[in-house]
């Protein structure tokens, strides 16, 4: 591939960066042209202040990145137009989580199938039609037509010069009818960060090994809503002492703490393990 990658980091602003966003998005800045994007579409959990320290604490790394940022929350249009484009393949669903739970639980109980979209759908309601939404419905891929309108036998993508492939099978069962778009939201993540990559022209996508089986999701929309994959560098998560993975929550290990002790960018990234590289 010719020319220097452009990468992105898309944090959502539901509370302060922590340790692994810095070790994420100053992965993102060294891997190539480095460009910024706000996950905003959760308006009930972003707020404007967490945006702010967003902005603040990048800046204090000594990150800068092309003005204006693409907010998602400006995107709904877009969001609309490929929930339409896809609309041949999907379906609205009224189900609850305790309506799929009962569903999957039957006949006999233990644990319940679940992926990278959660549960997996049982499809319930893969017979109704769009024409029958309500604003009450989710709206679900139905991911066997989807690969039948394609005539997809198996997709994949590359992840730091290793290929991975996925049958159909392996989609229908471990992953089934994704959400794209939630109650009440017009998208959902996973449609929001395909078009959205595509639409910054984004040709490497770094971010956490925890998001590595929602490529798969990525890839199958890639397909459909025709739009180029791009590479994919699934990094290390950074975990806490007890080796569990950082959430949003652990204000102990926000960038914003450790510069409030007097921490300098050059410990935060000792303390992720990219001192050597500057
Ligand atoms: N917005 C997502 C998050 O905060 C990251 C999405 C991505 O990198 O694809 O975890």
Redesign the pocket.
């Known amino acids: 591939m010719a020319g220097r990658p452009v990468t992105r980091f898309?944090?959502?602003p539901t509370g302060l960066l922590h340790l692994g966003h810095a070790f994420s998005a100053l992965t993102a800045a060294r891997a190539g042209d480095f460009l910024l994007r706000i996950?905003d579409i959760d308006r009930d959990r972003c707020k404007a202040e967490y945006e702010q320290a967003i902005y603040d604490d990048l800046a204090w790394l000594g990150l800068d990145w092309p003005r204006p940022v693409m907010l998602q929350s400006d995107r709904m249009g877009a969001y609309r137009d490929a929930l339409g484009r896809l609309a041949p393949l999907t379906y609205p669903c009224c189900c609850r989580r305790g309506d799929i739970r009962a569903a999957l639980s039957a006949p006999q109980e233990g644990v319940l199938p679940a992926g990278p979209d959660g549960l997996i759908y049982p499809g319930t309601c893969r017979h109704r039609s769009m024409a029958e939404a309500s604003p009450d419905d989710v709206i679900r891929l139905d991911v066997g037509r989807a690969f039948d309108a394609f005539g997809i036998d198996q997709i994949g993508f590359v992840d730091q010069g290793t290929a991975h492939q996925m049958t159909r099978r392996q989609f229908h069962d471990g992953i089934g009818d994704v959400i794209l778009s939630r109650r009440g939201m017009g998208t959902s993540?996973h449609l929001a960060?395909v078009v959205d990559d595509a639409a910054q022209g984004i040709t490497l996508?770094t971010?956490g090994k925890d998001?590595f089986d929602s490529t798969w999701i990525h890839v199958l929309m890639q397909r459909l809503l025709d739009l180029p994959t791009p590479i994919y560098l699934h990094h290390r998560l950074i975990r806490d002492d007890a080796g569990k993975r950082l959430a949003k929550r652990d204000d102990a290990r926000a960038i914003r703490h450790y510069r409030d002790e007097g921490a300098t960018p050059a410990d935060i990234r000792a303390m992720v393990g990219l001192q050597d590289i500057g």
């Open positions: 898309a944090p959502s996950e993540y960060v996508v971010r998001l």
